[in-house]
């Protein structure tokens, strides 16, 4: 069963950036199309970024459109989400998974940006 780890989460200020990453075993990143999600709290969790397979693509949500950039490295089986000028708003646990998503999710990364 594939396990997927986040990491790279935690409290920055509004502004500030943080470089998040995704390890999978096998080759789970490999041979999927990729994607960060993410869930605050009392809401339901979404995907705020995309990317394909040989990572020639990528798409974003609106509101971390020109903010985030979604990237991987399958020889590492990983999967990278550089978030920049962070906003309050963007507090959330932050997961990554296939897309579409297929169970089991990881245990997320918690980012918290507060002043």
């Not at 920055?12 to 943080?18: I, M």
């Not at 999967?79 to 932050?94: C, F, G, H, I, R």
């Amino acid at each position: 069963q594939v396990q997927l780890v986040e990491t790279g989460g935690g409290l920055v200020k509004p502004g500030g950036s943080l470089r998040l990453s995704c390890a999978a075993s096998e080759t789970f990143v490999s041979i999927n199309a990729m994607g960060w999600f993410r869930q605050a709290p009392g809401k339901q969790r979404i995907l705020v970024a995309a990317i394909t397979i040989d990572g020639s693509t990528t798409n974003y949500a609106d509101s971390v459109k020109g903010r985030f950039t979604i990237s991987r490295d399958n020889a590492k089986n990983t999967v990278y989400l550089q978030m920049n000028s962070l906003k309050p708003e963007d507090t959330a646990v932050y997961y990554c998974n296939a897309v579409p998503w297929t169970d089991p999710w990881g245990q997320g990364t918690q980012v918290t940006v507060s002043s």
